[in-house]
């Protein structure tokens, strides 16, 4: 069993900043072995790719919305995903998932349909 858990989420006014972690754990899951990714859902909206990480951590890639505002890292020894986000303005709004992806170990993956484990997702919710 995987367990993937966000925190982090929160209301912040325009312009603001907020950090998302999500940590990943499991009796048989090595989090090395995984490629990382945030998703979000708006209300009435798909949910949509915001950004994903490699193993390592040196291989990243954001959705053009979000590119130069967040920014997303990882501890491996924490077992923690993280995504950093600044200059966050009202179309932000969403619950945001994080997941996990056994074959996006190398490659980034941007596709819900690439990732094996979801978390239940955390509300950022950013005020005009």
């Known amino acids: 069993q995987v367990q993937v858990v966000e925190s982090g989420g929160g209301l912040v006014q325009a312009g603001g900043s907020l950090r998302l972690s999500c940590a990943a754990s499991g009796s048989t899951f090595t989090f090395m072995n995984y490629g990382m990714g945030w998703f979000r859902q708006a209300p009435g909206k798909e949910r949509e790719f915001v950004a994903a990480?490699?193993?390592?951590?040196?291989?990243?890639y954001y959705a053009d919305s979000v590119k130069g505002r967040f920014t997303i890292s990882r501890d491996n020894a924490k077992n923690t995903v993280y995504l950093q986000m600044n200059s966050l303005i009202p179309e932000d709004t969403a619950v945001y998932y994080c997941a996990a992806g056994r074959r996006l170990r190398i490659r980034i993956g941007t596709r819900e349909g690439e990732y094996d484990y979801w978390g239940q997702g955390t509300q950022v919710t950013v005020s005009s």
């Open positions: 990480i490699g193993w390592s951590g040196s291989s990243t």
